[in-house]
């Protein structure tokens, strides 16, 4: 696999199944990426040390998704200037407005754009990643045009 471009780390490997999303959207648009399970709480050491790095490893973009106190997006920021897409998660019984509010309260400095809760969050930071990275890079932006022209068909074609 080619070198990746995109970085997806999640808190827990129970977030795979709603990540997969933004893994989804990368493939096809042919990005690489990687994904990784790494926790601002559990594996704090690690978590920064992998912000650390990205950027000479070739990373362009990180996407962050967590749930509960979501702290992961906001400890990556703190460690890279790689812009960093958080993905608040429905883990908790608050049912994602936790790691909303954690995600999205960045004091000012440090940003992390965020997305939706959830699955759509998380297919939405695959599509901002590739939308990022189109600005050097005009087949993509040509892919993205083509992806919103089949969705807006799709649509038009629906019969009720
Ligand atoms: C968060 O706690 C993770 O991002 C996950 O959404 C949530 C629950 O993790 P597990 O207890 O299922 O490992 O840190």
Same mark, same amino acid.
């Given at each position: ?14 977030? +795979? ?9 990368? $493939? ?23 912000? $650390? &790095? ?5 990373? $362009? ?43 999205? &309260? ?24 590739? &939308? ?16 919103? &022209? ?8 629906? +019969?009720?």
């Amino acid at each position: 696999m080619n070198t990746p471009k995109v970085g997806i780390l999640m808190g827990s490997s129970s977030d +795979e199944p709603l990540m997969r999303a933004a893994a989804d959207v990368l $493939e096809k648009f042919d990005i690489p990426y990687e994904m990784k399970v790494l926790s601002a709480h559990r594996t704090p050491f690690e978590a920064c040390r992998y912000a $650390e &790095q990205a950027e000479e490893r070739g990373i $362009e973009v990180i996407i962050a998704g967590a749930g509960f106190a979501a702290h992961l997006g906001g400890v990556l920021a703190a460690h890279t200037v790689l812009p960093i897409l958080g993905v608040p998660l429905p883990s908790s019984s608050l049912q994602g407005l936790d790691s909303l509010l954690s995600t999205v &309260q960045m004091p000012g400095g440090i940003p992390v754009a965020t997305m939706t809760i959830g699955k759509a969050g998380a297919k939405n930071a695959g599509l901002f990643a590739i &939308q990022i990275l189109s600005r050097k890079d005009p087949k993509l932006v040509k892919a993205l045009k083509k992806y919103r &022209q089949d969705m807006r068909d799709a649509i038009l074609a629906t +019969e009720l």
